[in-house]
């Protein structure tokens, strides 16, 4: 199985400041013949299913804030928010889908300082 | 609009049994390939298994955990998804989310509010 492995666990930025988190693979989820990467960031806030932000590493989810940007490829990816709001406290966790099973990282937490 | 919604949960003892049901509507559920996905209490997520439309085959793949002891099921009829689990362990508590498919294999757009299983004596 692919293991995805965030960085860091838990950050605090101050509000409209940027916000990054990284999301390293243990083997690449750029598959050659598409030139895609199968790489997804989801948002998760308490008492909430997870809400799709990001697929194919960098494509935002219709209705997504641009604030919000996926970049990457290969093993290396991050999750930028580039002015954190309130509203954006919550948990997030890549996910590649490049092979089954499909594996989650363990999360990061983004606060408020 | 996609709506999924999920039902059964509840408290069992270890080695019972228990069976979910997802009530999709909103999309064409025939069409929908369809995952479970599970989040124990403070836990990160743990896709569960997954199921393809029966023109793709019916196709049900398993996580290693889980196979062997759950089984995943569709009734087009009733657009309805079921996870029926057996043998159940205490590691086996989680909420359990039903979730549609798009964009490609295992993107997941659209999920439900879950339900929550609790395998405890």
């Known amino acids: 199985d692919i293991v995805l492995t965030q960085s860091p666990d838990s950050l605090a930025v101050s509000l409209g400041e940027r916000a990054t988190i990284n999301c390293k693979s243990s083997?690449?989820?750029?598959?050659?013949?598409?030139?895609?990467?199968?790489l997804a960031w989801y948002q998760q806030k308490p008492g909430q299913p997870p809400k799709l932000l990001i697929y194919?590493?960098?494509t935002r989810e219709s209705g997504v804030p641009d604030r919000f940007s996926g970049s990457g490829s290969g093993t290396d990816f991050t999750l930028t928010i580039s002015s954190l709001q309130a509203e954006d406290v919550a948990v997030y966790y890549c996910?590649?889908?490049?092979?089954?099973?499909?594996?989650f990282g363990q999360g990061t937490k983004a606060e408020i300082k | 609009e996609v709506q999924l919604a999920e039902s059964g949960g509840g408290l069992v003892k270890p080695g019972g049994s228990l069976r979910l049901s997802c009530a999709a509507s909103g999309f064409s559920f025939n069409d929908a390939w369809m995952s479970w996905v599970r989040q124990a209490p403070g836990r990160g997520l743990e896709w569960v298994g997954r199921i393809k439309r029966k023109t793709d085959g019916g196709t049900i793949d398993y996580a290693a955990p889980v196979k062997g002891r759950f089984t995943i099921s569709r009734d087009d009829s009733k657009k309805t998804l079921f996870l029926q689990m057996n043998s159940l362990k205490t590691e086996d508590t989680a909420v359990y989310y039903c979730?549609?498919?798009?964009?490609?294999?295992?993107?997941?757009?659209?999920w439900g509010q879950g339900t929550l299983v609790t395998v405890s004596s």
């Open positions: 194919w590493a960098s």
């Open positions: 996910q590649q889908y490049y092979s089954t099973p499909p594996t």
């Open positions: 083997q690449s989820v750029l598959y050659s013949s598409n030139n895609q990467n199968y």
């Open positions: 979730t549609k498919e798009d964009y490609g294999d295992y993107v997941l757009p659209y």
